[in-house]
């Protein structure tokens, strides 16, 4: 959702970038702001400007909120720097029109809600059963800005609706928006040019979260039968075959599903929930977003780097497997106890493969065995692949 480069017309996105670059390509530069700064504020130091991507919503709330909280000590730095140099003064025009701080000001507001529904998707433990609710929670705030109060009532009113259809004529663009508006002393036409852009930008924006929604969205919306409390209530509906057969499950395996979802266990007093658990798994294991793809990318560029750059295919699987158990075991190659033949191993000439002619030797049970034995398809054994440790 890069539409940030819409809103040219008041140049922000420009404006943001050159003041990052303003202090970090001159270390004499920053202290000077840090002076100037600490003089004005009593000593306290100032927050680090930090560097917007238009592709990245999370960096771009951060560099506003960061930009807003010290306006005016950043319109007199550039003030008392404007007449030595161009960009300089270029910055302090910037800051000087009070246009830019009330699109600002309307981007904080909006742009935290982005964030709110951005980290739900790409986090690592959220809950895929309340996704769906914090997308519409997102789209709902960022269409109650512009559209007509009864304009849209339920969730699917908001999905097709036409937001440029139904604008508001007086829309509310934030609390810090409209504070601003107060405060500042510009003329009526040029604060309603400044609204009619950032309806501009909310319409482009609805729109989109309405385009970028996903072709399973009717599964996303059919998971929160899987809800703790609509999986313990007592009187339970039919509502959760309706996800079964969106994932594939056949007639008699719904059947067995409703079943088990009624009884806790058989005539024979034995748990058998099979039908039901995959059906759990099929629906929990759908990627929700690319964020755990984008991880493992940028963990393989981490661990196959250009000093590294001939390392085999095989090798850098098995080290990303690597890394990846140790997160989820919570720890890392300093807190990891290696088991005591791979210790005894390491500087020897013995070879080691993944299966060990020693696994039944074993002093500690408790300790991870080395041993493993790799089986395809056909549960055919795969001949150990054997190589030297080498230190």
Same mark, same amino acid.
């Given at each position: 959702?890069?539409?940030?480069?819409?809103?040219?017309?008041?140049?922000?996105?420009?404006?943001?970038?050159?003041?990052?670059?303003?202090?970090?390509?001159?270390?004499?530069?920053?202290?000077?702001?840090?002076?100037?700064?600490?003089?004005?504020?009593?000593?306290?130091?100032?927050?680090?400007?930090?560097?917007?991507?238009?592709?990245?919503?999370?960096?771009?709330?951060?560099?506003?909120?960061?930009?807003?909280?010290?306006?005016?000590?950043?319109?007199?730095?550039?003030?008392?720097?404007?007449?030595?140099?161009?960009?300089?003064?270029?910055?302090?025009?910037?800051?000087?029109?009070?246009?830019?701080?009330?699109?600002?000001?309307?981007?904080?507001?909006?742009?935290?809600?982005?964030?709110?529904?951005?980290?739900?998707?790409?986090?690592?433990?959220?809950?895929?059963?309340?996704?769906?609710?914090?997308?519409?929670?997102?789209?709902?705030?960022?269409?109650?800005?512009?559209?007509?109060?009864?304009?849209?009532?339920?969730?699917?009113?908001?999905?097709?609706?036409?937001?440029?259809?139904?604008?508001?004529?007086?829309?509310?663009?934030?609390?810090?928006?409209?504070?601003?508006?107060?405060?500042?002393?510009?003329?009526?036409?040029?604060?309603?040019?400044?609204?009619?852009?950032?309806?501009? @930008?909310?319409?482009? &924006?609805?729109? #989109?979260?309405?385009?970028?929604?996903? /072709? !399973?969205?009717?599964?996303?919306? $059919?998971?929160?039968?899987?809800?703790?409390?609509?999986?313990?209530?007592?009187?339970?509906?039919?509502?959760i075959a309706d996800l079964a057969t969106e994932l594939g499950f056949d007639d008699e395996a719904i059947d067995k599903l409703l079943q088990q979802l009624r009884?806790?266990?058989?005539?024979?007093?034995?748990?058998?929930?099979?039908?039901?658990?995959?059906?759990?798994?099929?629906?929990?294991?759908?990627?929700?977003?690319?964020?755990?793809v984008e991880r493992a990318y940028s963990a393989m560029n981490i661990v196959k780097n250009k000093l590294r750059n001939k390392m085999a295919v095989k090798t850098?699987?098995?080290?990303?497997?690597?890394?990846?158990?140790?997160?989820?075991?919570?720890?890392?190659? @300093?807190?990891?106890? &290696?088991?005591? #033949?791979?210790?005894?191993?390491?500087? /020897? !000439?013995?070879?080691?493969?993944? $299966?060990?002619?020693?696994?039944?030797?074993?002093?500690?049970?408790?300790?991870?065995?080395?041993?493993?034995?790799?089986?395809?398809?056909?549960?055919?054994?795969?001949?150990?692949?054997?190589?030297?440790?080498?230190?």
């Open positions: 959702m890069s539409i940030l480069p819409h809103m040219v017309s008041c140049a922000v996105p420009k404006y943001i970038r050159e003041t990052y670059n303003w202090f970090s390509h001159s270390p004499k530069r920053e202290c000077f702001w840090w002076d100037i700064y600490e003089t004005i504020n009593c000593g306290e130091q100032p927050l680090k400007i930090l560097r917007s991507s238009d592709t990245r919503w999370l960096s771009v709330e951060q560099t506003v909120t960061r930009i807003l909280s010290q306006w005016e000590e950043l319109k007199l730095h550039f003030s008392l720097n404007k007449y030595n140099c161009f960009t300089a003064e270029l910055l302090h025009s910037m800051y000087e029109d009070e246009r830019n701080r009330l699109y600002l000001c309307y981007l904080r507001s909006i742009l935290n809600d982005v964030q709110i529904g951005v980290k739900s998707f790409e986090s690592e433990d959220s809950n895929p059963v309340a996704l769906l609710n914090t997308l519409m929670t997102l789209l709902r705030s960022v269409c109650n800005r512009v559209l007509m109060p009864t304009a849209a009532t339920t969730d699917k009113d908001y999905l097709s609706i036409q937001i440029e259809a139904h604008l508001n004529p007086v829309p509310y663009l934030g609390y810090l928006f409209e504070l601003q508006v107060q405060k500042n002393t510009l003329p009526n036409d040029v604060i309603n040019a400044v609204r009619k852009r950032c309806v501009e @930008f909310t319409v482009k &924006l609805g729109k #989109d979260i309405q385009q970028r929604l996903p /072709s !399973n969205y009717i599964i996303l919306e $059919k998971m929160c039968q899987l809800s703790v409390e609509n999986t313990l209530r007592q009187g339970k509906d039919n509502k009884k806790y266990t058989n005539a024979a007093g034995i748990n058998t929930f099979q039908e039901l658990s995959d059906l759990a798994i099929s629906a929990l294991s759908l990627p929700h977003s690319n964020a755990e850098l699987n098995s080290t990303l497997l690597i890394r990846n158990q140790l997160k989820i075991m919570k720890k890392n190659c @300093f807190s990891y106890e &290696l088991p005591a #033949d791979v210790i005894t191993a390491i500087g /020897s !000439n013995s070879k080691y493969s993944f $299966k060990s002619k020693n696994a039944d030797k074993s002093d500690d049970p408790s300790q991870p065995s080395t041993s493993a034995i790799i089986i395809n398809q056909d549960e055919e054994e795969i001949q150990a692949e054997v190589f030297e440790v080498d230190f």
